[in-house]
Each structure stands twice: as structure tokens, then as C-alpha cells.
């Protein structure tokens, strides 16, 4: 008998143990041109981060999490790459929760959850933004690496007159006709944003210029932040000096800490029926993502101020 009580207490230490262990773990996927690398060293959180670069054997990285009975990586958050691990997360049955993914594709897929909105959303509130601006002669520099993502800002052009240019490098937009343009919208990361932003201010001192998510960070700032002043951002709000994407992996860390999850099934089944809590603010998720109001953002004495 009291074997069969010892046995009954070890197989119930055993599930425990490996309950808290595959709820608490976690993969975190990221890819080394933004900050998300930056985020494993800030703090010491309450789960346990199996890290990969995008750029890594993602068979072997998502096969050994689904052999450790993890279902969700945090990352990545460049749309781009979320393509890359969409065929993995659907092949182990793993979830991710992206930071700042917006592909409207992405999201539709049901493997992929982040906590900014659909790129329907957030073109359709550019469009808002530069006809309270006035906008009539439009540039989108779009980030050539993420073509995913930047895609989707092309539709601003079935309202504005303009055109687009893809981002590689200066050479890329040399031969702009820069000064014909009133407005110029970039979707780039933060070191090429700034690149492009010194570039056009050379050619047209009067360009106004917007920015998405892609560079709203400290690190844009700190590349020069007064020379930054005035470029405009639509983002989600936020409520850390540390970033958008910094932010947001955070707001997706505190979720996973106060939540255990033992299937995928009931995951899915918990995002699609509550309003959730993650960070400060409440959210709620559709098919094509979470709803969430934009706020815009100015640059002004080298710090991100909310335009109210």
C-alpha cells in the first residue's frame, strides 16, 4: 500500500514538474538587425528563454522545442521573418507571439499573435493621419528586407499621389527627385531611418516624415535625436522608455508568467474569447489580429512626445 501511495506521489511530482516546466519554458526567436537581441539581457523573468538567431537551423531549433513539449516561442518580430518559421509553427503545432509582426497574412494564418495590429489596420490609419496633414505628393521608402510588411503601405498610394522606392542602402534612393515630394513615409529599422531621414532633409528642408513601428525605439534616438526633430511615428501606445518592440516582448513575457497553457487548443481557445491583459492595457484579438488604437508620436528635444 504504501508503495503504491510513494509511486502515486512521484508520477504526481513527475507532472508537476514537467507541467510547470513546458508551460514556463518558452522559445525565443530573433533576428539580430533589431533590438529583440538586447531583450535576453535586461532583466532575469520567470521563464525559462530557449534563444535562436532567424538566421539558425529553424528545423532543428523547432523540433527540439516540440521534443521538450514547448508550444510557444516569443518572436520573431520582422514579418519576413515570420514567414520563415509560419511552416515550422504549423509543422510542431507551436505558437508565436510576435511583438510587432502586421502582416495581414501572417496573422490570418492562427500561428502567429502580435501585439501590434494587422498592417489593415495601421495603413488605414496613415491614410487618416496624412490627409489631416495634407499630403499631396507621397514617398514610401519601404524596407526592401522586409518586403512582407512594406508591401502593404503601397495601397497609401491608391489615395495619394506618389510613388515608392524599396531600401537597401543610400544608393538605393540617390536619384529620388526628393524636392517634389511634401510627405515621405518610411517603414525601415532604425539605423537605415536614420540614413534615409538625413538624406532627405538634405534635398527637401520642408518633407514632413513619418515612421512606423520599425524604428520607434531609444536606440533611433540616440543615433541623434535633436537632428531627429519633428519626424512623426504611428505606433501603439507605449508605456516604456525602451521601445516598441522592447515593449511589446515584454507586455508578451508578463502574459506568459501569469498564464499556463498545457495545448495550443486552449490557448486559442482563451485569445479568441477574452478580453486579455497584457502589461497596462487590455486587448482582444480577431481573425486579423489585435485591435488597438495608433497613437502619433513626435520627435521633439531628442525624446518620442505623444502628439495629443
Not at 536614420?194 to 528642408?205: D, M, V, W
Not at 519626424?231 to 516582448?249: A, D, M, Q, R
Not at 486552449?266 to 495608433?294: A, M
Amino acid at each position: 500500500m504504501y508503495k503504491i501511495i510513494a509511486l502515486l506521489i512521484s508520477m504526481l511530482a513527475i507532472i508537476f514538474v514537467w507541467v510547470n516546466y513546458t508551460s514556463a519554458t518558452v522559445g525565443f526567436v530573433y533576428n539580430p538587425i533589431t533590438n529583440a537581441a538586447e531583450y535576453l539581457s535586461l532583466k532575469n523573468h520567470r521563464v525559462n528563454f530557449v534563444a535562436s538567431n532567424i538566421d539558425s537551423d529553424l528545423e532543428k531549433f523547432f523540433k527540439y522545442l516540440s521534443s521538450r513539449g514547448v508550444k510557444f516561442v516569443v518572436g520573431p518580430s520582422m514579418s519576413a521573418d515570420g514567414k520563415k518559421v509560419l511552416p515550422y509553427l504549423r509543422k510542431y503545432d507551436i505558437f508565436a507571439l510576435s511583438p510587432t509582426i502586421s502582416s495581414t497574412e501572417l496573422l490570418k494564418s492562427g500561428y502567429i499573435y502580435s501585439l501590434t495590429p494587422s498592417n489593415t489596420t495601421i495603413v488605414s490609419s496613415f491614410r487618416e493621419y496624412l490627409k489631416k496633414f495634407e499630403c499631396s505628393n507621397l514617398l514610401l521608402v519601404l524596407d526592401n528586407s522586409n518586403r512582407e510588411y512594406s508591401d502593404e503601405f503601397k495601397h497609401l498610394l491608391n489615395y495619394f499621389p506618389g510613388d515608392f522606392v524599396y531600401y537597401q542602402e543610400l544608393s538605393s534612393i540617390k536619384n529620388v527627385p526628393v524636392e517634389k515630394y511634401d510627405t515621405a513615409v518610411l517603414t525601415t529599422v532604425e539605423k537605415d531611418s536614420f540614413e534615409i531621414i538625413k538624406f532627405l532633409r538634405t534635398k527637401n528642408t520642408n518633407i514632413k516624415i513619418f515612421a512606423t513601428e520599425a524604428s520607434f525605439s531609444k536606440e533611433f534616438l540616440k543615433l541623434g535625436g535633436l537632428f531627429l526633430q519633428g519626424v512623426y511615428f504611428l505606433v501603439p501606445k507605449v508605456y516604456s522608455t525602451e521601445g516598441v518592440e522592447l515593449s511589446l516582448i515584454d507586455n508578451w513575457v508578463d502574459f506568459i508568467q501569469k498564464h499556463r497553457f498545457l495545448t495550443t487548443q486552449q490557448f486559442r481557445r482563451f485569445i479568441n474569447t477574452h478580453i486579455v491583459k497584457v502589461g497596462d492595457k487590455y486587448v482582444y484579438f480577431t481573425e486579423e489580429g489585435v485591435k488597438e488604437e495608433l497613437k502619433l508620436y513626435v520627435v521633439q528635444d531628442g525624446k518620442f512626445k505623444e502628439v495629443q
